[in-house]
């Protein structure tokens, strides 16, 4: 049975009345279908770009369980579209079929070439020869993305850059897109002068390559939420180059990068990371702490999203996937952690 939401919508915070007809939306005015929302601040659903469901700590194996109710604690939150750069296992084709889970963009499994990532058989293990293939096959037999760990420990070299650049342009070819996990300066250097579609992390990201991020749409994932969990036990280490290393780099994001990366016009998106399930809402908070305006660091959550990973947003036979606050979230990014309604495919969750 069809019903209705009126509201304020953001973010061109206009007043509109939409039907909810299945799992579309519709801009009906006049409709008489049952009144379920009056009033408050109408997004589409809440985004997290960076997101594992399914496992919690290195040592984890995949599991299907536990990737359910991962996704339930996000979709809870009012996170409707989640990203999943890379995985231990591809995820199944069922959850994107299933109508109790939010919509996933699935990156494939994490691509690893020699001590690039966590030992063991977490994600894909190839040689740098193989990079290019693996890639093209995470690509095509995802949702068209693949994640490429581009660095890893300090000290550690980062994938070559002309091994990069010939990466992008194989997945591109085929119409994917690459995400690259960076650390280190020089990973982050060559994700950027390869065309790589986001940086996930983007620790020490040098400033000189924000003008060119902005002009080829290179995005910025920063992940604030998952460094600032592990901040207590970096700083209880013993002092040296690798501590200070990891200090350095959340200094810098959270005073300079994210904020100058907003100037220059480069796209800053929300993803929470491992273990932080449902918790939008931190990393939001963490990006306006680091000098993000309020609307920028919600849009990064939700409509700017959406936009940049070519989903759409709230329009006239769009997917009704809607979050409702009672007040606006531009005003007070704090409220995000407290929905009024989440509607996912047409259906009332909240």
Known sequence: MAFRVRGTTLPDRANQTFVIDGDRLRVDPESEAELISDGGWILPGLVDMHTHPGTEQPTDVFDEDRMVRHLRAHRDAGVLLVRTPG??????????????????????????????????????????????????????????????????????????????????????????????????????????????????????????????????GTALVPTLTTFSEMLDAIRAREPGPRRDWMLEGWDHHLTTSIRAAHAAGVTVLAGTDTDTFGRISTEVDLLVQAGLPVEAAVGAASWTARTWLGQPGITDGAPADLVIFDEDPTTDHTVLANPKRIVLRGRVVK
Do not use: Y
């Not at 109790?100 to 963009?105: G, I, K, N, T």
């Not at 250097?189 to 992390?201: I, P, Q, T, Y």
């Open 87 to 216: 995985s231990q296992a591809r995820i199944p084709q069922w959850v994107h079929e299933d109508p109790d889970l939010p919509r996933v963009l699935s990156g494939g499994r994490w691509l690893a070439t020699p001590n690039r990532f966590f030992p063991g058989d977490f994600g894909r293990r190839i040689t740098e020869d193989e990079l290019v293939t693996a890639a093209v096959e995470e690509a095509t037999a995802s949702s068209g993305w693949c994640k490429v760990i581009g660095d890893w420990e300090f000290g550690d070299p980062p994938v070559p850059l002309e091994l990069m650049r010939a990466v992008v342009s194989a997945v591109h070819d085929v119409g994917g897109r690459v995400a690259v996990h960076c650390q280190h300066a020089e990973g982050c250097r060559n994700a950027v002068l390869a065309g790589a579609d986001s940086l996930e992390h983007g620790v020490h990201l040098e400033l000189d390559l924000l003008d060119q991020m902005a002009a080829q």
